[in-house]
């Protein structure tokens, strides 16, 4: 849905799934509104943040054209890297908020660290094109800024719009 956000400016997956998608395959997109117009079952917050990765991807195919064969959209790998780096960034944020709250020091607060992002949430859905880890840095955002920002108004809500795009994510 990413590359057709990119490329068509919205979420119409017809014609995507017309030409690509095997009729065999497991469509999650239903016609809502028309029997050409299809709309992704899911919500529109993880495609949107993997607009960055689709015109990466677009403008690499641009430059480069033999970079991918596959121009559908099919081709996965700069999400999968966007994702990745999400997922690290979350990891970084993660390890900032235990420093703060200065529960541990040297090698038990890497302990504690690696335990949490080595472990099935961060390792297995990582590089997975899935919202875990979008979630995971969005709530990480909102501890840190809670712990990190002196509490005001402003601040309580800068904290609490992370965890208010939850819902859009899945």
């Not at 015109?55 to 700069?78: H, M, W």
């Not at 302990?111 to 472990?119: G, I, K, L, Y």
Request: aromatic share 10%; hydrophobic share 55%; charged share 15%.
């Amino acid at each position: 849905e990413s590359w057709n956000l990119v490329d068509h400016a919205d979420r119409n997956l017809g014609e995507a799934y017309a030409r690509y998608m095997p009729p065999q395959v497991d469509r999650h997109a239903f016609p809502y509104t028309s029997p050409k117009r299809l709309i992704s079952v899911h919500n529109v917050g993880l495609p949107l943040v993997l607009v960055p990765a689709a015109l990466v991807k677009r403008d690499v195919q641009l430059q480069i054209p033999s970079f991918s064969a596959k121009t559908d959209g099919s081709d996965s790998r700069p999400a999968r890297l966007e994702l990745i780096l999400i997922a690290a960034l979350a990891a970084f944020v993660l390890l900032q908020i235990l420093k703060r709250l200065e529960l541990a020091r040297g090698f038990f607060l890497y302990a504690v660290w690696a335990a949490a992002v080595f472990s099935a949430p961060f390792v297995l859905f990582s590089s997975q094109i899935f919202p875990e880890a979008p979630a995971a840095l969005l709530v990480l955002l909102s501890v840190w800024a809670l712990l990190c920002l002196r509490p005001d108004r402003q601040r309580i809500l800068l904290a609490a719009l992370p965890p208010a795009m939850l819902p859009w994510l899945h």
